[in-house]
Structures are given as C-alpha cells and as structure tokens.
C-alpha cells in the first residue's frame, strides 16, 4: 500500500514560489502504473486538480494554473515536487498529492500541508 | 464555488442507511461513469471509497454503495457506524478541461 507524505515551505510571500515535495514509499514512483497528482484545497472552498506526472515524466496542468506550474519527478529519492510562481493570497490552500492507478480517481493520498501565502 | 453540487450536511442513526447525493452536468457526472468519492477524516489523508461510479477498493466495507441516475451520483453508507462520521467528497471526470471537478463536501453526522 503506498504512502505519501507532503513537505514543504507553509509559508510563502507574494510573488515568489511555492515548493513543495511528495515523497512515496510502498511503491515506486518509476512504475507504469501510477501517474502523480496535486490537488488543493483553498480555505472554505472545494478540492481543485492542479496537474500530474507520468512515471516518464509526462504532465499534465489545470489550463486555469498551467502558466504557473511545473510537477517532476526526482526518481533518486522516490519523491515528486510541485513548483508554483507568482504567488497570491488566492493560493492559498491545503495542498495534497495523490496517486492515480486507473481513471480519474486517486488511489492514495497524503495527508496534507497548509501553505500560506503572506507577507 | 464547486462544479458539483452535494449538500452541507446529512446525518443519521447508527445501523440507519444515509444516501449523499452529488449533482453535476452532462459534461461530467451524467456523460461518463467516471464518478469516485472519498471520506475525508480532518487532518488525515482522504480516502477512496467508490470509483468507476460503482466500484470499491479492496479493503473497502460493503456497506458503501454508489450509484448514478442521469446527471446525479450517489453514495449509500448502510449500517452507519460511529467511525463513518467524516467530510465525504465526489469527483468526476470533466470535459470541460480542468479533468476532474469536485463536490464541496459533505459533512456525515452519526446521532
């Protein structure tokens, strides 16, 4: 059964770029089973898909973030990251990652890091 | 604001059955079956409960049940149980774009 834990900075200032690590154990993010999400979820508001990656490194983005996203895989450590630039109070939000095995459901998910944007 | 539509609140007896309802369009819950739910245990990791409208996950009690009527799925808990009181969620394929749309959530209450 995979595992997934976030880490990260809980507090970014406007503007700037908010960095944020998955990393897995239980399986290996190499397998061509699994593709690797992040979703978020904004304070008194509903879960949003922000983009995945594919076991080769393939992405896919929300069009609404997509000119601020990059999602990659760090295959050395098993973990995969979220960079998202340019920064606003609207981004603010629990961030979750999660595992994708079939068809637009997510196996596994971690538990979550609140993450901040303030000055 | 949601994609989907799910009410605030529902609550039941333990051993009762409660159904939450989630209420999308043809562009996603009515035109394919790629429905799931999730429970959601503040501060722990959500949890796939339903997915393919229907389908559960190995491990997953048998008292969890979806279903799906034209632009509307649901999620039946039978034999509600203390443990099952949680935030539950919908999502769905969309073909509006954005892939996948969720629901607000809605909050399980067990009397």
């Known amino acids: 059964q995979l595992q997934l834990q976030e880490s990260g900075s809980r507090l970014v200032k406007p503007s700037q770029t908010l960095s944020l690590t998955c990393a897995v154990s239980g399986g290996s993010i190499s397998n061509g089973l699994y593709s690797w999400s992040w979703l978020r979820q904004p304070p008194g508001k509903g879960l949003e898909w922000i983009g995945y990656v594919y076991h080769n490194g393939i992405t896919q983005y929300n069009p609404s973030l997509k000119s601020r996203v990059t999602i990659s895989l760090d295959k050395s450590k098993n973990q995969f990251s979220l960079n998202l630039n340019s920064v606003t109070a609207a981004d603010t939000a629990v961030y979750y990652c999660?595992?994708?095995?079939?068809?637009?459901?997510?196996?596994?998910w971690g538990q979550g890091t609140l993450v901040t944007v303030s000055s | 604001q949601s994609a989907l539509t799910q009410p605030a609140s529902v609550s039941g007896s333990p051993g009762q059955s409660i159904t939450i309802s989630c209420a999308g369009a043809f562009s996603d819950v009515g035109g394919y079956n790629y429905v799931s739910w999730y429970q959601h245990h503040p501060g722990k990791a959500p949890k796939l409960m339903i997915y393919e409208v229907t389908n559960r996950p190995s491990g997953v009690s048998n008292r969890f049940s979806g279903s799906k009527s034209g632009n509307t799925a649901s999620l039946t808990i039978s034999g509600l149980q203390a443990e099952d009181e949680a935030d539950y969620y919908c999502?769905?394929?969309?073909?509006?774009?954005?892939?996948?749309?969720f629901g607000p959530g809605t909050k399980v209450t067990v009397l």
């Open positions: 999502s769905s394929y969309t073909s509006s774009g954005t892939r996948c749309v």
């Open positions: 999660a595992s994708e095995t079939g068809y637009y459901h997510f196996d596994y």
